[in-house]
């Protein structure tokens, strides 16, 4: 290898680590494309579909599932992975509505402590993968069988009902055309974005699942950043929790069953790896709504509930094994050309 | 140290060791704390509920031994049973030829899955993820959400409930299953073959082994060994649902790595899987002899799952 090639290697290093998450990829173009395209065929297969109302409910409906795959994004850059979300977000919803109508704590109150115990559910993932060393899967796959133990104990096997004004409104909450989740959502989407592509920890993030060796060796506090990276994801997937009690005015233990796959599958349709150190928002969010689109189309023409998980997986695999041959050949040469870690 | 790194047989017997020790001291503490857990009888159905699940994490364990993962068992599970269901209910043929098409099930869905690894080259996870959706759709596309009574079949139902002796046939089958293995993978070409892709795939492509044949193989038998639990739940349920085996890919994962392998290949033995698999059935049985209530039983298993594997690094190093 000459001192060129080598040059250049690091030069096409520097670009991609300096701004992955501003640079619309070749995957999110093909997404954006694939999104387009199927919204045009269903519209011209389906009168109903193409309809402002529609596409706002499309929305609206994306919205929960994208809140948690935001959070399991930051975990999946960072090189982990995530099995708890499900189970957490039934645990908090159930938390929230007890302690309204058990405890007698104002609704806000709740709601903000239903959000930090989501952040406290993470930051124990967190704590188990960086300091007690146990491998992520593992450890996640643990805490989904504590909290999905702990909502049905607290709950008492029977989802919770409640009538609290405020908690009930906030998932069909107007705000002008849009609604209260959407923008939640928005908001929650723009602030990942900037702080995935702008902030220290953010980046650091890419840092560490993209190798974590190196990023030890540049100062990166590695411990901390995977930290953080569970933490936000239970946040996250907490404000999914709160919505979706909201959404069903109860809290169900058994609420959330299977949402760490449907996760981990729209973060990785969106163009991030499994091994780490890839993935944007942008993607992300495209991911979501091209399955809230399909969902929501065979819903409307009827199709049975059984395709959509066919078309789901197949989709998936699809978009992966697509990827695998647009994704640009320099990018693919330089991470083939390292050692392949050990350690995720 | 040194000698560990250098010598991949002292370390992983350690590991197993260590495993062991967590086991014993499991039995043990079931033992103290409940009159009714320490008696043969109990301990042979110990090992009866350890083996459907034992039998789809010793073809987990081929799959995470080259680096690769399954996460497809689950739906297979099912749509074995389905499968079984419609060949002897709906379109009556013999109880053999069901049981030989429910098998090639298994194999196809490996076979598959090998196929999207191998030539798409599409990661583990994601293939037998997709996978995993698309086989549970056509599980409940056939059964249309109904179960199918196989109680008048008696070969599957022996299969799944029956005795010889005072052993279990499951059982029976789980011990036949983890030796053949174990030997397929100590005492075999094929089984130094796996070791070394899951060592280094790219080391042994150079030194001109058939990677791929291995990775279609290990898929397949991991379809296979699923789908012979499916056949097993079926029995034992007497009854078809495609719901049969929802959650089992996570469980078999959980045994497997208990057992010692390592989720990023390379390590681990069948033997440490057995073990991985009679310690998570001494975990369910022993909650279940003390009463703890379902709820908590849930709880318990996280913890000690974590606990399990804090123990297992401080032995390892130790």
Not at chain 1, 75 to 95: E, F, N, P, Q, T
Not at chain 1, 202 to 216: E, I
Not at chain 2, 141 to 164: E, H, N, P
Request: charged share 10%; net charge positive.
């Amino acid at each position: 290898m000459n001192g060129n090639d080598i040059q250049q290697r690091s030069s096409g290093i520097q670009a991609e680590l300096g701004k992955p998450a501003f640079r619309w990829d070749r995957r999110e173009w093909l997404l954006l494309a694939v999104v387009i395209l199927l919204a045009l065929l269903f519209g011209l297969t389906n009168p109903h579909f193409l309809t402002v109302e529609n596409l706002l409910n499309i929305l609206n409906q994306s919205t929960i599932i994208l809140l948690v795959s935001l959070g399991m994004l930051a975990v999946i850059v960072s090189g982990g992975i995530d099995l708890s979300v499900g189970a957490l977000a039934s645990l908090v919803g159930v938390v929230t509505v007890v302690m309204m109508n058990d405890l007698g704590i104002p609704a806000y109150a709740a709601i903000l402590l239903g959000l930090v115990t989501g952040g406290f559910v993470g930051l124990l993932n967190g704590f188990s993968v960086s300091r007690l060393k146990i491998p992520d899967f593992i450890s996640t796959l643990a805490m989904m069988s504590i909290c999905r133990g702990a909502a049905f104990l607290i709950s008492g096997g029977y989802a919770v009902r409640t009538e609290d004004r405020l908690l009930v409104s906030l998932y069909n909450e107007k705000l002008g055309p849009l609604t209260l989740p959407i923008v939640v959502t928005a908001a929650a989407a723009i602030l990942m974005f900037l702080f995935l592509g702008r902030t220290r920890p953010g980046r650091s993030m890419y840092a560490v699942g993209g190798n974590r060796h190196a990023a030890l060796l540049m100062g990166i506090h590695v411990q901390r950043t995977v930290l953080l990276s569970y933490s936000i994801c239970g946040f996250l997937t907490a404000a999914g929790g709160i919505l979706t009690a909201s959404r069903i005015a109860a809290g169900s233990p058994t609420a959330g069953m299977g949402w760490e796959l449907t996760a981990i599958s729209i973060v990785v349709l969106g163009g991030a790896s499994l091994f780490g150190g890839q993935g944007g928002v942008l993607g992300t969010v495209l991911a979501a709504i091209l399955l809230g689109m399909i969902n929501n189309w065979l819903s409307l023409t009827g199709m049975a509930w059984w395709l959509q998980g066919f078309v789901q997986g197949a989709l998936l695999i699809l978009v992966v094994a697509l990827n695998r041959r647009i994704l640009s050949e320099k990018l693919s040469s330089w991470r083939s050309g390292m050692p392949a870690s050990g350690e995720r | 140290m040194e000698k560990r790194i250098l010598n991949p047989a002292t370390f992983v017997f350690r590991r197993e060791y260590a495993m062991l020790a967590v086991l014993i001291v499991l039995v043990a503490a079931f033992s103290i704390s409940s009159d009714k857990f320490f008696s043969v009888n109990n301990f042979l159905s110990i090992v009866n509920n350890a083996a459907i699940g034992g039998i789809i994490a010793l073809g987990m364990t081929y799959v995470l031994m080259i680096g690769g993962i399954d996460l497809s068992v689950g739906s297979v599970v099912s749509l074995t049973t389905v499968m079984l269901g419609q060949f002897l209910v709906h379109y009556p043929v013999d109880t053999w030829l069901a049981m030989l098409i429910a098998l090639l099930t298994g194999v196809t869905v490996g076979f598959l899955n090998g196929l999207l690894v191998v030539e798409a080259g599409v990661p583990a996870f994601i293939a037998t993820l997709g996978m995993m959706m698309m086989v549970q759709s056509v599980a409940s596309f056939i059964t249309q959400g109904a179960t199918t009574s196989l109680s008048d079949f008696r070969t599957i139902v022996l299969l799944g409930q029956g005795y010889m002796g005072p052993v279990p046939i499951p059982v029976l089958l789980f011990v036949i299953a983890t030796i053949t293995l174990h030997v397929l993978l100590t005492r075999t070409i094929f089984g130094v073959k796996v070791r070394a892709v899951g060592g280094n795939a790219e080391a042994t492509r150079l030194m001109g082994l058939n990677v791929r044949a291995i990775q279609y193989a290990v898929y397949t038998m991991s379809g296979l060994m699923a789908s012979l639990a499916g056949i097993l739940v079926a029995g034992r349920l007497s009854m078809a649902s495609s719901q049969a085996g929802s959650g089992w890919e996570l469980q078999a994962i959980t045994v497997a790595v208990l057992g010692g392998t390592s989720l990023f290949g390379g390590q681990g033995t069948i033997s440490g899987t057995f073990i991985g698999a009679l310690m998570v059935s001494v975990l369910f049985n022993g909650l279940v002899m003390l009463g703890v209530p379902y709820f908590y039983q849930l709880v318990a298993t996280g913890c000690i799952l974590i606990a399990a594997m804090v123990l297992n690094e401080f032995l390892r190093k130790g």
